[in-house]
């Protein structure tokens, strides 16, 4: 697209009269710049991105992302507020084509205006004091409750709100005083019991502790600024596109380089804000989080601490503070109190690192069953590539080549089948999973990219050697995205292998460019402006070669077994405004003909052997006591109610620890090789699914063989 008139039309517009008087302007804020990049943003979203999409139709969807970032917990806002701000909704495409985004000024407005009275609410409730044993509750899921109608019900909200976190702050002193007399005991403190009696002085400390905590969260929501809250407002107008779509601050920008290059220290995941919460999205692959184990996908940190430090309470930041506390140098430690989607609290000790490469690299592992048979383990952890060290001659390690060299060591030990591990992979290099692909293909399409013009281009298996022709089993979850994904879909399209995993993988099948909003300037006006950013949009879609999108559905396993996982509303089907799953016309291809594999039958097999596995009996029990425990958000606010949620929580977590899958082996909630102390070889005979994958491979391959 061809920018220059549109600066030109902006340039005559930048003339009118502000929104705002400037000498009313922060410092930093630039009225101007902002109006330049609404203006810009109005443009590209709606030309650039694959769904070309109207502002006109976003609108709505902007509006309520944009009053679930600004008060995520419905812990600010009146109803009355939201009726005020609800009129700006029918105008946000004006707003920006205008470059005068009222709606984020008034919502600054009303915001800050609730922010004080609330902040004098507060103290005041914790000044009049609660009562620890009457019987209140709280619903703990913004969706299941509406804005406050009025500065009553407003202020009950957050009695219980406060009241709550002196509970917890002053049943986690009385543990602390236990562990001190059990300590010189020689014994392990429990959760405190019930005994109805109340410590005054240690009642005191926890509501001080609230009231500090308190100050330090409202201090932190006044230093917010009026750039911020424009910020806030551009990302939600990109991510009304779709999830994946962002509008990145210099800032953010910067952050998301130093992210690309893997130079930053850390504990290696990658973050996002969920209803004014910190959640993680990934463990990266070879990092300090995925070494120590406990860390998943799905858990949200509620507060950070240094070494022998007070916890930080991030909830309700903004992630780049969260991130600020969260990260640090090599060598450091830090203590996250996570809360796990079921709804337990753990704390987890990490040492911070940098990724370490040599993880991150493809893994391969002979197994034998009891009848001395030898299977090939074969696990990916990203289909990575260095696209900077690129070349005929660098010496940059891939994926590609790193699996070709495990597989030939894997034929060399003539095994009798292959396991190929993709599970929590979240993509990566598209080239290097089209080739390893047809590593097991004799030549053809792989798959199907479509852009925003609609045209298709289909990468295809240019070898028509296949380097592997023996049974595969494509192991995956609902972390598998993206370009594993296209893996586990091509081998199942072509009848080249059998799929087991949950009920769907993670369901991305788009694609993300980053425009670089200073790129089309001219140089007069890159001189005028600070940094506008970036954005980041989704520009193409995945089909397979049957026609079908690996977007939103995912790839359906061909033998669905139960994981701790299918309780969690995870993948691209549960994030708001994703695109969805839609169909091209199919491109001809050749079903493999050599698999052992009749699908009814694996199915068969694997019912059988999962209801006689202890294993995978634990993991149902464990499975419906946390689906059952995830979906209860109204939780008591009382002392004997608390104690008995902490006494059931804690009890959960033993018996987690304790189950199939305990961190001694895979981890408890993927199912994936994690703990580095202990060898591959003896991960894998602890893993059920790998397990299930091998009694599978030998019971078809042996029928098949008895049929001929």
Known sequence: ??????????????????????????????????????????????????????????????????????????????????????????????????GRVELAD????????????????????????????GADSLELDPK??????????????WRRILKLQVLES??????????????????????????????????????????????????????????????????????????????????????????????????????????????????????????????????????????????????????????????????????????????????????????????????????????GERIGYVRIPSFYRDFAAAGPMSQARNCTNDFRRELRHLRENRIGGLILDLRDNGGGSLSDAVDISGMFLPGGPVVQVKNAQGE??????????????????????????????IVAAALQDYNRALIIGGDHTHGKGTVQSIVDLNRNLPLLHRKKYDDLGALKLTIQKFYRVNGESTQYKGVEPDVVVPTMLDYLKSGERHLDY???????????????????????RARELSGGRIAASPDFVKIRERLELARERSERTRIPVSLAGVRKERLELAAFSEAEEAGPNSLDGPSPEHGTPQNKDIPLREQLDEDPYVQLAVHLMNELANELALAQ
């Open 106 to 133: 008034k919502g600054a407005e009303l915001l800050n205006l609730r922010i004080n009275e609330v902040e004098a609410m507060t103290a005041g409730l914790l000044e009049e004091g609660f009562d620890p044993h």
């Open 578 to 600: 994703s695109l969805p799953w839609d169909k091209v016309e199919a491109v001809p291809f050749r079903p493999w003909t050599g698999s052992p594999f009749n699908v009814d």
């Open 170 to 371: 002053y049943l986690d002193f009385v543990k602390q005083e236990n562990n001190g007399a059990a300590g010189q005991a020689g014994k392990t403190a429990a959760e405190p019991s019930d005994d109805g009696a109340v410590n005054q002085e240690l009642w005191a400390r926890a509501v001080n502790k609230v009231r500090e905590r308190n100050q330090r969260f409202f201090h932190r929501l006044r230093q917010e600024t009026r750039q911020d809250h424009y910020n806030l407002f551009f990302d939600t107008v990109a991510r009304a596109f779709d999830p994946h779509t962002n509008y990145m601050p210099p800032s953010s920008k910067e952050d998301f380089d130093i992210h690309m290059s893997g130079s930053l220290e850390g504990i290696g995941a990658l973050l996002r804000e969920d209803d004014g919460f910190i959640k993680v999205v990934r463990i990266i692959p070879g990092s300090a989080a995925e070494r120590q184990g406990q860390l998943q996908a799905e858990d949200m940190i509620l507060s950070v601490a240094e070494k022998e430090g007070e916890p930080v309470d991030i909830s309700d930041m903004r992630i780049r503070e969260a991130v600020s506390f969260i990260r640090g140098p090599k060598g450091s430690e830090v203590s996250l109190t996570v809360q796990k989607p079921d709804g337990a609290k753990k704390v987890i000790t990490i040492v911070r690192d940098v990724v370490q490469i040599e993880e991150t690299y493809v893994k391969s592992e002979v197994i034998e069953n009891s009848r």
């Open 456 to 485: 298709i281009k289909v990468l295809e298996d240019a070898d028509p050697n296949v380097l592997y022709d023996g049974p595969v089993i494509v192991l995956v979850n609902k972390f598998s995205a993206s370009a594993s994904e």
């Open 1 to 98: 697209m061809n920018f220059f008139p549109v600066l030109a039309a902006w340039l005559i517009f930048s003339l009118l009269p502000a929104s705002l008087p400037a000498k009313s302007m922060p410092a930093e804020f630039d009225v101007d710049r902002n109006r330049l990049i609404a203006y810009m943003l109005s443009h590209q979203l709606a030309s650039q991105h694959y769904a070309h999409k109207s502002l006109e139709n976003i609108a709505p969807a902007a509006f309520d992302l944009y009053l679930r970032q600004i008060d995520p917990r419905k812990r600010f806002l009146l109803t009355a507020d939201v009726e005020q701000l609800r009129p700006h909704a029918d105008h946000i495409d004006e707003e920006l084509r205008r």
């Open 144 to 157: 299941k409750i509406e804005y406050a109608s009025s500065a009553a019900e407003l202020r009950d909200r």
